[in-house]
T-cell receptor, first 114, second 110 residues
């Protein structure tokens, strides 16, 4: 158990809908990363938050947004869903300081858009 | 941006040694990570290199050459359970992002 909790584990929804994925980082970790992993793709970096502030942005679509709350949990919002958004979505947490040696991953949310 | 390249697939025999290579191009390099990922599961941390040289951890070792933008992961005494995807990831301090390569799918055969 990495200590990172993601909910829900599975989500099935229709095209055009909006969903929210939730991530609780390890106790003491200030930094949260979100990744998307499709069947034939590697882990695509979406966005990173540190202590409530956005710190880095990857290939995140405009239909997607995220935030990190004062209690450090984070949510990834996906809207106007398309079939191609079906993927595993992982969050990872780390302390966020310089010299981080490891990011810990949650078990992921498997999103299926039908 | 970053380019991280690793072979797509490799096959090796149980008990053997396999080396998985990773090359990268990045600015503000601040560390290279190797993760193991079984299908449908979360990536798990294997190793971290920030200085040149070899880091050994049991059956797994990782090497880094910053001047060449090159790393490898060495797996010894292969076991069937080592069949998995191995992900190379580079932390760029200039962008704070941890970017992953597409992964190398390793198949260990009897």
């Amino acid at each position: 158990d990495s200590g990172v909790t993601q909910t829900p584990k599975h989500l099935i929804t229709a095209t055009g809908q909006r969903v929210t994925l939730r991530c609780s980082p390890r106790s003491g970790d200030l930094s949260v990363y979100w990744y998307q992993q499709s069947l034939d793709q590697g882990l695509q970096f979406l966005i990173q938050y540190y202590n409530g502030e956005e710190r880095a942005k990857g290939n995140i679509l405009e239909r997607f947004s995220a935030q990190q709350f004062p209690d450090l949990h984070s949510e990834l919002n996906l809207s106007s869903l398309e079939l191609g958004d079906s993927a595993l979505y992982f969050c990872a947490s780390c302390t966020g300081g310089l010299g981080d040696t490891e990011a810990f991953f949650g078990q992921g949310t498997r999103l299926t858009v039908v | 941006g970053q380019n991280i390249d690793q072979p797509t697939e490799m096959t090796a025999t149980e008990g053997a040694i396999v080396q998985i290579n990773c090359t990268y191009q990045t600015s503000g390099f601040n560390g290279l990570f190797w993760y193991q990922q079984h299908a449908g599961e979360a990536p798990t941390f294997l190793s971290y290199n920030v200085l040149d040289g070899l880091e050994e951890k049991g059956r797994f070792s990782s090497f880094l050459s910053r001047s060449k933008g090159y790393s490898y992961l060495l797996l010894k005494e292969l076991q069937m359970k080592d069949s998995a995807s191995y992900l190379c990831a580079v932390f760029s301090n200039s962008g704070y992002a941890l970017n992953f390569g597409k992964g190398t799918s390793l198949l260990v055969t009897p």
